[in-house]
């Protein structure tokens, strides 16, 4: 088993320097793994440090910006709107800008998978061939389908078997 290496501090001079460093590479529109890469070496940091020097660079930059966040987000959407009506674009490059407005608009959640319909693929002859326990323990799924579709509790002693 290691033991863990002893917690240095840095001065206050050198984190004012690692976060001008920080904010240049994100100007750059370097990747954080690779500012996470060089930072780390350079001061001797672990990554996760890196990424808290990271979180707080973007939000000083963020800060100093003195147009609102909301006008920031409506002129890059009218941005990417106005490349859109570009004929010229190619179709990866009209991909990147529907999913950068995407982004912008707050639609880029991954979405939910269908649930599945509480009417199963019942016919009349299957369920008039069922056992009474087969008959009871569907009516509970098409019951605990019901409840998951409407949002509706599942009763904890289920009052639909009986």
């Known amino acids: 088993m290691t033991t863990p ?12 320097h690692l976060l ?12 954080p793994s690779e500012i996470k890469r060089v930072v780390s070496k350079e001061f001797q940091l672990s ?8 979180t707080r660079a973007r939000r000083e930059m ?5 147009v609102p966040l909301e006008q920031m987000r409506a002129e890059a959407y009218h941005f990417y709107l106005y490349k859109l009506s570009n004929t010229k674009l190619s179709e990866r490059e009209q991909i990147r800008c529907r999913e950068r ?5 707050g639609l880029d959640t991954p979405t939910q998978p269908r649930k599945k319909r509480f009417i ?10 069922m056992s ?4 009871k323990e569907t ?11 409407t949002g509706q509790p599942y009763p904890k002693n289920d009052s639909a078997s009986r």
Do not use: F, W
């Open 120 to 129: 199963r693929n019942l016919t009349l002859e299957k369920i008039q061939n």
């Open 139 to 149: 009516r509970k799924l098409i019951h605990k389908d019901y409840c998951r579709m």
């Open 62 to 66: 963020v800060e100093s910006v003195t």
């Open 132 to 135: 009474v326990e087969e008959l």
């Open 5 to 16: 290496s002893p917690r240095t501090r840095i001065t206050r001079e050198q984190r004012h």
């Open 101 to 105: 407005m995407d982004k912008l608009l």
């Open 20 to 31: 001008q460093t920080i904010k240049a590479l994100l100007g750059m529109h370097k990747h």
């Open 47 to 54: 990554p996760r440090s890196v990424e808290r020097y990271i």
